[in-house]
T-cell receptor, first 116, second 113 residues
Framework: NAGVTQTPKFQVLKTGQSMTLQCAQD?????MSWYRQDPGMGLRLIHY???????DQGEVPNGYNVSRSTTEDFPLRLLSAAPSQTSVYFC???????????????FGSGTRLTVV | GENVEQHPSTLSVQEGDSAVIKCTYS??????FPWYKQELGKGPQLIID?????GEKKDQRIAVTLNKTAKHFSLHITETQPEDSAVYFC????????????FGTGTKLQVIP
């Protein structure tokens, strides 16, 4: 059972370039999300999805696009990379029951992105 | 919106001692409080969680307490070991409100052998 798989692990981009960060999970989780982690700022939500075909913005969505064509995959696209997008990006998924309580997240191992 | 404050930002303890990390939250509607451990170069991993209908939860050397009246919750690690060294994050969320998960800024715990 692989859990949440993120690729690539490391990436260097030039300002203005575009790229896609890949995220795949094999746990049949309905909920998937993207976070960025910056020193002293914790984890901030970029975009999330509660199921195939459904996406929504989080706290810091500008400069990023997402789509969810399947339950398993949730790619994050950087449209025109900027130095401010230098960060560590984490994909997370969660079981999404119809009950009253949230469940914890399963995180991927992260993508360390540097924009020069 | 929700605001989660976490203290301390760094914590050093001797092996075998206890470690306590505290978080406060602002939104009284929050009712799910997970804790994550992040080892160097890895993603955060859920280690324990507590829901608002419970005041304390234990799992071996780890325990979490919740005071809803004061809006704070704490992580307690007893008999610390070097492998407990990591960054710990608390979070608060509202059931069913996935976009409302708010993380603390993290505590770097160092266990000195």
């Amino acid at each position: 059972n692989a859990g949440v798989t993120q690729t690539p692990k490391f990436q260097v981009l030039k300002t203005g370039q575009s790229m896609t960060l890949q995220c795949a999970q094999d746990m049949n989780h309905e909920y998937m999300s993207w976070y960025r982690q910056d020193p002293g700022m914790g984890l901030r939500l970029i975009h999330y999805s509660v199921g195939a075909g459904i996406t929504d913005q989080g706290e810091v969505p500008n400069g990023y696009n997402v789509s969810r064509s399947t339950t398993e995959d949730f790619p994050l696209r950087l449209l025109s990379a900027a130095p401010s997008q230098t960060s560590v990006y984490f994909c997370a998924s969660s079981y999404s029951p119809l009950g009253d309580f949230d469940y914890g997240y399963t995180f991927g191992s992260g993508t360390r992105l540097t924009v020069v | 919106g929700e605001n989660v404050e976490q203290h301390p930002s760094t914590l050093s303890v001797q092996e075998g001692d206890s470690a306590v990390i505290k978080c406060t939250y602002s939104d009284s509607a929050s009712n799910y409080f997970p804790w994550y451990k992040q080892e160097l170069g890895k993603g955060p991993q859920l280690i324990i969680d507590i829901r608002s209908n419970v005041g304390e939860k234990k799992d071996q050397r780890i325990a979490v307490t919740l005071n809803k009246t004061a809006k704070h919750f704490s992580l307690h690690i007893t008999e610390t070991q070097p492998e407990d060294s990591a960054v710990y994050f608390c979070a608060a969320s509202i059931a069913g409100g996935y976009q409302k998960v708010t993380f603390g800024t993290g505590t770097k715990l160092q266990v000195i052998p």
